[in-house]
């Protein structure tokens, strides 16, 4: 299974959180632009930005992902 983030999956995190996207920029010393991004899905965060999400969020780093299945072409 293949996993992808999901800006959705973050979103919900940030809002059980109780947060604000601009209290969590300012956790995670990031702009909330950069919050908003990532939550619609249209920039994807690096690696030791997951961590400090994760971190600023008090959750696994795979709260932001969701696992897809992986479908092989039989005819490829």
């Known amino acids: 299974m293949a996993r992808q983030f999901s800006g959705a ?9 109780g947060l604000k996207p601009e209290q969590l920029a300012v956790r995670i010393d990031r702009s ?7 939550e619609r899905g249209v920039a994807l965060p690096s690696v030791p930005v997951l ?6 969020l008090a959750c696994p780093v795979d ?8 479908t092989f072409d039989a005819a490829a």
């Open 9 to 17: 999956q973050l979103r919900t995190a940030r809002l059980r959180a």
């Open 32 to 38: 909330v632009y950069s919050i908003h991004q990532y």
């Open 51 to 56: 961590a400090s999400l994760a971190d600023a």
């Open 63 to 70: 709260a932001f992902f969701i696992r897809e299945a992986v």
